[in-house]
């Protein structure tokens, strides 16, 4: 069996062809009608003294910043700009840093630049939990943060009662859906494998923050590239158990119909969870880990912690996307479902599906009719030589689980050349190739007699001769 492997972003294969992205119809059509459309009047500039909005400037970059004034630019439905801040971020002299940044989404995205995507990937403060109090605070960086910044922030005070705003952004289900500024993810793992070979905008991610590099994410025990693609990649051979990081697949817009017009958060937040385990398969992928990988600036890294990652994370973990295989169950995981779960059968499946099961704090009962679990996974030396009863070949490297689990409990496996050599079960190491040609000879001598003998008369006697033949040539030759 050969192994094709597929080139990953940042090969040098890749970053020296021809940048290509694969079309997305929909979601680029789409995207593009929203950014070249003129916004109303109501949407673009003004809400009036008397809006039960309140009007708090949410940047406050200015020098002539005013809370107070007549009119303010909307962000989000909590997050206002007044219009000195508004036109401060943008305008010269002050407005060096827009241009830069613009110059990057030019070059990383389809649709076009605007002011309320840069305020909100650029100058609007971060959001995290304290370590202590577990209260959203505002934590205020020019800097990109990362996942230390959010495991190791901690409140100047705790007794300090959470902000009016984040109690109602917490409150609100449908707060997303009433927001004018999707939010970008910044420093996302999927650029592993996503780096030139998608728009930012069609997968969620930050257009300046393709030069972080993910690396440091990775096992470094392992190289988890070698046997997990998570994502489709454009222009190459298509690889099972991958999904579109640019569009929702059939189950998801099932499960989400929220999102089916507008995709972008969930693929976000989705491609975020996969690539953590993607990087990670030897450890159990919590909600909180997930969280810790989560970079967004403004209130929306509130709802998104709060309601859409833990959503998506169940989904996957039903769907079986993630914490699969043969990891190590924390302490944490608790039972969360009062009824139990009977398994009939321990064989691979069987077997697969209590785990699965048991990953999520089901109380799991097997059941099996033989004395020994395994089903049809056992080998067998009445021949005189060691032979599987049940299958002896896995298909396919890349997301496959059998590979997967291998590397997870440290172990190896063979792939074979288009030769496949036979093996002494016996004495160990490649047998001769005369007596693999002769074996392989009689082999299929044997087939054919198995063949013939449904149809004779005699086709016991005629099947168990040709055995008995096969058994003194094996015996003979090792």
């Not at 110059?103 to 995205?109: I, K, M, R």
């Not at 004018?180 to 930012?200: D, E, S, V």
């Not at 009062?338 to 321990?346: E, L, T, W």
């Amino acid at each position: 069996m050969e192994v094709c492997k597929t080139p990953l972003a940042g090969d040098e294969t890749t970053e020296s062809s021809a940048r290509k992205r694969r079309r997305c119809a929909l979601m680029a059509t789409k995207i593009i009608k929203e950014s070249l459309k003129v916004v109303s009047k109501k949407q673009r500039t003004i809400l009036s003294r008397n809006s039960p909005v309140p009007l708090t400037c949410c940047i406050r970059i200015s020098p002539k910043c005013d809370v107070d004034v007549n009119s303010v630019h909307i962000l989000t439905k909590t997050e206002l700009a007044c219009s000195a801040c508004y036109h401060f971020v943008h305008k010269k002299p002050n407005g060096l840093k827009f241009e830069v940044w613009k110059e990057a989404h030019v070059e990383e995205s389809r649709c076009r630049a605007v002011v309320n995507n840069f305020i909100q990937d650029i100058i609007l403060p971060y959001w995290v939990k304290c370590s202590k109090c577990t209260s959203y605070r505002c934590f205020v960086s020019e800097k990109c943060i990362d996942s230390q910044d959010i495991v190791n922030f901690q409140c100047e005070n705790c007794e300090e009662p959470e902000d009016k705003a984040v109690l109602e952004v917490i409150g609100d289900p449908d707060w997303l859906k009433k927001t004018n500024t999707f939010p970008y993810f910044q420093r996302h793992p999927a650029l592993i494998w996503l780096k030139g070979q998608y728009y930012c905008d069609e997968t969620g991610m930050s257009p300046v923050e393709t030069k972080f590099d993910p690396a440091p994410l990775i096992d470094a025990s392992f190289n988890t590239t070698d046997f997990l693609l998570p994502f489709h990649i454009p222009h190459t051979e298509a690889v099972a158990s991958c999904c579109r990081p640019d569009t929702m697949e059939k189950d998801e817009l099932e499960e989400f119909v929220a999102y089916a017009n507008e995709q972008r958060p969930f693929l976000a937040a989705r491609n975020l969870i996969i690539a953590i385990w993607s990087c990670r398969p030897f450890e159990y992928l919590t909600l909180k880990k997930c969280l810790e990988f989560f970079v967004c600036r403004g209130h929306s890294r509130i709802w998104l912690s709060e309601h859409l990652i833990p959503q998506t994370y169940n989904f996957l973990m039903r769907k079986g996307c993630i914490n699969v295989g043969a990891v190590t169950l924390p302490p944490e995981i608790q039972q969360i479902y009062d009824k139990k779960v009977i398994v009939v059968g321990a064989g691979i499946s069987g077997l697969v599906a209590a785990r699965q099961l048991k990953m999520q704090g089901v109380d799991v009962t097997i059941l099996e009719g033989r004395n020994r679990a395994g089903g049809r996974m056992k080998d067998t030396t009445s021949m005189g030589v060691a032979a599987g009863c049940g299958a002896q070949l896995v298909v396919g490297v890349h997301n496959n689980p059998i590979s997967l689990m291998y590397r997870q409990l440290g172990l190896d496996y063979l792939i074979p050349s288009r030769t496949c050599p036979l093996l002494d079960a016996l004495k160990g190491g490649i047998v001769d190739k005369r007596v693999d040609d002769e074996a392989e000879t009689h082999f299929n001598f044997l087939l054919e007699s198995a063949a013939h003998g449904k149809t004779s008369k005699q086709k016991s006697d005629v099947v168990q001769e040709d055995c008995s033949l096969l058994c003194e040539f094996s015996m003979e030759k090792w």
